[in-house]
């Protein structure tokens, strides 16, 4: 890479900045993902940067730059080379609008495919999903968090008699396909080549927002642009002439206001009319990038003419999926030599590497047209709208005990709210099991009927108020803004065992249910930093524990109830920092989980968009999960009924069930740990989710099933002996037995989400991980604590 060597003698790097300076960039230190994502998101060079201030915990810090904030650790900014704000620098992009170029496209046929077809693509948080939702009413999650939206979702709208459909893309600063995201994107608009794209801009933030529309324009797809938040720009005062915008940038440009529908109508109308204008042979406007590279673009599209500008463009810049392109035709040799030829021309040209060099271009023609567009209110501080909440939430003394605070008060309200619905569904599940046996003759579909589905179904439904609610509250913090604050707080905390901070969010949701926790984790950009949060979520501990442990800490804890179950969880936590560490210093070494989070304005919620959530959760969780639960309560059922005998009590079937002889087969397995053979066959059976693991023992010592609040079972769990007349039950066999069914194999449902998210191989890792720790822990915490009894 060539050095810029001016101004050396007063270069410094960012990280040395302290709060409250302003500078300016220089240049961005190194190669790759990271350097590519700092540039795209506005680090160029002369690019002016404020350091806004620590967090909490003195590492990451939040910067601005453009008009967002965003958070870099230390170590991510002294990559970054700065130089005093008033200082001159040599080579900076000029701001030049140098007008478009113009692609004559063909006709294309609309209907090919028998739909038309609109996708929706704009950087995070500019209001894609808010829009969605309006046009299609569908339920779709909204979040102010980056990457909320990881799936596409698709709905339907209809315009002057045409249906058309929409689709919810993941928010990308970019498309150079360095995250998921945007590897999604790109495979989505080069292989289901959507009709037209809508562009969704957001007006509070052109610039960075524009830096994706040139490389939408290259793709020669007909665009539209919504400029969104339109009500937050009118009250800015500033002023932009649309008409003049619409012109320089060769797209129709609509101002809208998604939350509320503003403007929506007209936009959809601008799409059908691109759509209908694209039948005709037509001209596309590109981005002009000036004489020397559109000469390369020219040389290159002579060689390759199938393949549009976007994708030559990334020949030149050396991308890796490009070149891949290249390679499938007879004259790669010749296109490879060229772009590398006309590469080195332009580094020469222009003094600096060549990603650098095509970022500021681009930068260029956006600040150019800017320029001649956007007037700017001269009498309103923007810089501080929308972040004057951070004054409490991430001071430096307030931001740590405010986190605690708000994630005490969601758990709580999710708990003692959750505990009225629960009832009545309990009350209702049992209450429609009687109704259906004494309807039903007594025999074996009865019994499958009521013990195994009911039963069964019943046990997913009790925890979907404590989902719903759950997920509302999250729901909240993320559209408000907070959880990437969450993260920004605790990302020092998280690097100490190898993640970012953004692995706090699904560890937060996996003490309500590791299923949609393990979902959460597709907001993490790093596929190693997912794998071992997917991998660990399973120790937090979720809220389908929580019958056993009450059971037992009422039963033999009653002093310090509090005390013990809080032991628990903190047992859970320190087994998956563990574990992160372990994986981190191990299989999972290499990445580096470096990534530019930005934290976006506070925003009010809207109840809606809460509820839409809500709702969109609470049917996954009981459309994905009740189908494994209710197989799986099915097959667990099945086991402990058959075979039958006549004449025996439910205790004695139980026994000589096939569950019963495989918990007896296991029970020198859990011997040294202090289990007898019951506990055994209630862990088994729990497997499938872990609140069977009450109901089995309910079963197998009082022959009736029960909950946490069978004062039966509690009794007869302090009574029960064994043939020596000694005490089954102590305080240390309930810990160690409490201790292994927080550590052990996450439920099946956990598991069938693992495998979804991270693949089988990690699905069967888990399973024998998570036991041969939860076996090691018991053993140690029970033989030790024997010693000393
Ligand atoms: P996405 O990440 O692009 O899908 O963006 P979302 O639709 O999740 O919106 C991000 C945030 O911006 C949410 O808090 C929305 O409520 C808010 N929002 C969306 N559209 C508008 C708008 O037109 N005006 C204002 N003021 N806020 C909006
Ligand atoms: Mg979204």
Redesign the pocket.
């Known amino acids: 890479m060539k050095e810029n060597n001016d101004n050396t003698h007063s270069v410094r790097l960012l990280d040395a900045a302290p709060v409250g300076a302003v500078v300016k960039v220089a240049r961005v230190r190194g190669s790759g993902a990271f350097r590519q994502r700092l540039l795209e998101m506005g680090f160029v060079r002369g690019a002016v940067v404020t350091v806004i201030k620590n967090a909490p915990l003195q590492d990451p810090v939040e910067y601005r730059i453009l008009a967002s904030h965003i958070s870099l650790r230390h170590s991510e900014a002294a990559q970054v080379e700065v130089v005093d704000v008033d200082e001159e620098l040599k080579n900076v992009a000029e701001d030049v609008y140098n007008g478009t170029t113009q692609t004559v496209v063909g006709e294309q046929d609309p209907m090919a495919d028998n739909v038309l077809r609109v996708a929706l693509v ?10 969605f939702n309006f046009v299609t009413g569908a339920r779709e999650k ?3 968090y980056g990457g ?2 990881v799936d596409s979702k698709e709905g339907y709208f209809t315009i002057d008699g045409k249906r058309i459909e929409l689709v ?1 893309l993941p ?1 990308t600063y970019s498309l150079t396909e360095y995250t998921p995201e945007e590897m999604y994107v790109r495979t989505y608009l080069r292989d289901k080549h959507p009709d037209a794209i809508l562009n ?1 801009v957001d007006a509070g933030n052109m610039e960075r927002n524009l830096y994706l529309t040139t490389q939408i324009m290259d793709m020669n797809i007909p665009l539209v642009i919504a400029l ?5 720009f009118e009250a800015s005062g500033d002023k932009l002439d649309i008409e003049a915008m619409s012109r320089l940038l060769g797209a129709e440009i609509v101002p ?5 529908g503003k403007g929506i109508p007209t936009v959809l109308k601008a799409c059908l009319n691109a759509i209908e204008q694209s039948e005709h042979e037509s001209t596309h406007k590109n981005v002009n990038y000036g004489l020397m590279v559109e000469n390369t673009i020219a040389q290159l599209e002579a060689l390759r003419p199938d393949l549009n500008r976007y994708t030559l463009l990334k020949v030149v810049e050396n991308d890796r999926h490009a070149l891949e392109l290249i390679d499938q035709a007879d004259n790669a040799r010749e296109v490879r030599e060229v772009a590398d030829r006309e590469r080195r021309k332009i580094e020469r040209e222009f003094n600096d590497d060549i990603v650098s060099v095509i970022t500021d271009l681009k930068y260029g023609f956006v600040r150019g047209a800017l320029a001649e567009v956007h007037t700017p209110n001269p009498n309103r501080d923007k810089t501080k709208m929308g972040y004057a909440q951070d004054a409490v939430l991430t001071n430096r003394w307030l931001g740590l005990p405010v986190l605690f605070l708000l994630m005490w008060l969601v758990f709580q309200s999710t708990f003692t709210l959750g505990a009225y619905p629960q009832q009545w569904i309990e009350s209702g599940v049992e209450w429609f099991g009687q109704w259906v046996a004494s309807i039903m003759p007594n025999g074996v579909l009865r019994d499958l009927l009521v013990d195994g589905i009911i039963a069964g179904v019943g046990g997913v439904l009790v925890f979907l108020p404590n989902i719903l609610i759950l997920f509302f509250f999250i729901s909240l913090l993320e ?3 907070y959880m990437a604050r969450a993260a920004f707080i605790v990302d020092r905390i998280m690097h100490r065992v190898g993640l970012h901070g953004k692995s706090f969010i699904p560890y937060l949701i996996g003490f309500g249910c590791g299923v949609p926790a393990i979902m959460a984790t597709r907001t993490l950009e790093n596929r190693r930093d997912r794998i071992i949060t997917i991998l660990t979520v399973p120790f937090m501990s979720c809220s389908a524990r929580l019958p056993a442990y009450l059971l037992l800490v009422s039963a033999f804890f009653a002093a310090n109830q509090g005390l013990v179950l809080m032991s628990l969880y903190v047992v859970g936590i320190v087994m998956a920092a563990f574990t992160a560490i372990l994986l981190s210093k191990t299989v999972l070494k290499h990445d580096h989980t470096q990534f530019v989070m930005e934290l ?1 304005p506070y ?1 009010t ?2 109840a809606r ?1 809460a509820a839409i959530h809500m709702w969109s959760k609470g049917s996954q969780y009981l459309r994905k999960m009740g189908t494994v639960i209710l197989v799986a309560s099915i097959i667990v059922w099945a086991l402990g009924y058959f075979p039958r005998h006549e004449g025996q009590t439910q205790q004695e079937q139980v026994e000589n069930s096939y569950m019963g002889r495989m918990g007896k087969a296991i029970e020198p397995a859990v011997k040294p740990l202090g289990f007898n053979w019951q506990m055994g066959v209630s862990v088994l059976t729990g497997a499938a989710a872990k609140e069977i693991v009450v109901s089995t023992m309910g079963v197998l010592y009082t022959g009736e099933t029960a909950d946490e609040e069978s004062t039966s079972l509690k009794q007869k769990l302090q009574t029960v002996t064994d043939e020596q007349g000694q005490h089954v039950f102590n305080p240390i066999v309930a810990y160690s037995f409490m201790l292994f069914i927080l550590l052990y194999f996450p439920c099946i449902a956990a598991l069938t989400a693992i495998k979804r998210e991270a693949g089988t191989k990690w699905m069967i890792f888990e399973i024998f991980y998570t036991t041969a720790v939860a076996w090691l822990v018991s053993f140690v915490f029970y033989q030790t604590a024997m010693l000393f009894h």
């Open positions: 704009g950087n995070p948080n500019c209001g894609k999903t808010s829009l909204v979040g102010n909320v939206t919810d928010g969704i969104n938040m339109w009500d937050e809208v206001t998604a939350r509320d559209d408000s803004g976006p925003r919620p809207t968009n």
